[in-house]
């Protein structure tokens, strides 16, 4: 049995149609503020603040591994609705929550740890969702082009761990925009568009960021924002992005001359 700790977004769809694929049981704990899952009769609606209620169902369920995907909106804790569990280990939650993100993810991973259930990699049961190292266009990246994507990785390198950026633009040798919390699509949108095909989206996983978890990812959205603001492609990291609608990304790329490469 498999616990998923479901977010927004396609992602959790994804797996879940895996799992019914492979016959493999699970139980979804819905994190998300609509209560999405609802129609699934697997589906339980409990706030993160509910630590004993969640960690009583998992043990209902004689369950050893979990898996956390989607986008899980940071909790507002002065509005969570906390069972004894959840008061011991909410002060946690609030002491990572001023990290960032990736910090509530490690404090939830850990917490459940304790409880001995592990954290399995996302893309566990969906392997397809991830790329090797390789270009997966026709056109690739010239030793120019090169120069300018290090240059961004460089700078992703340097950023804090707990932050949240994951991506940034370079454009004529300059980083032109950084990812924040509001994430990679408003930091495209607030790009202005040019008539000359140049410069890259480089998204890449956090520094000591907990891959089983937090993989960085893209869609189909994505590559068109890409084209709009006229840049030349996309750069990701082999095996640690998640890549959605993975063949309409790689053809939309190929008609519009633009570049997939997975370092």
């Given amino acids: 049995m498999i616990g998923l700790f479901l977010g927004n977004r396609n992602l959790p769809k994804l797996i879940i149609k895996s799992l019914n694929k492979k016959k493999i049981k699970y139980f979804i704990i819905d994190l998300t503020s609509k209560n999405i899952f609802k129609k699934n009769k697997n589906s339980y609606f409990i706030n993160i603040g509910k630590f004993g209620k969640i960690l009583n169902l998992i043990k209902e369920k004689k369950c050893k591994n979990v898996i956390f995907a989607g986008n899980i909106d940071k909790p507002k804790i002065s509005q969570l609705k906390l069972d004894l ?9 609030i002491k990572a ?6 910090a509530i993810l490690k404090e939830l991973i850990k917490i459940l740890s304790e409880n001995k259930v592990s954290v399995l990699k996302l893309n566990k049961f969906n392997p397809e969702l991830t790329l090797k190292k390789g270009t ?7 030793l120019i082009e090169k120069k300018e994507i290090k240059l961004g990785i460089d700078v992703l390198k340097k950023t804090n761990s707990y932050d949240h950026i994951q991506a940034l633009v370079v454009r004529n040798k300059k ?19 040019t008539k000359n095909k140049n410069g890259f989206l480089i998204k ?35 095996e640690k992005n998640i890549v959605l609608d993975k063949t309409k990304i790689i053809n ?6 633009m570049i997939l490469d997975i370092i």
Avoid at 85 to 93: D, E, S, T
Avoid at 175 to 193: D, N, P, Q, R, Y
Avoid at 252 to 257: A, E, I, L, M, R
């Fill in 204 to 238: 890449l996983p956090k520094k000591n960021q907990d891959l089983r978890a937090d993989l960085p990812t893209i869609g189909f959205e994505t590559i068109k924002n890409c084209k709009r603001i006229g840049l030349k492609g996309i750069i990701l990291k082999s």
């Fill in 97 to 102: 929550s001023k990290k960032g993100d990736a």
């Fill in 175 to 193: 980083v032109i925009a950084i990812e924040k919390s509001s994430g990679t699509h408003a930091m495209l949108s607030s790009i202005k568009k």
């Fill in 136 to 142: 997966y266009t026709k056109i690739k990246p010239t």
């Fill in 252 to 257: 939309f790329s190929d008609k519009n001359k």
């Fill in 85 to 93: 569990k959840g008061v011991y280990y909410i002060p946690r939650i």
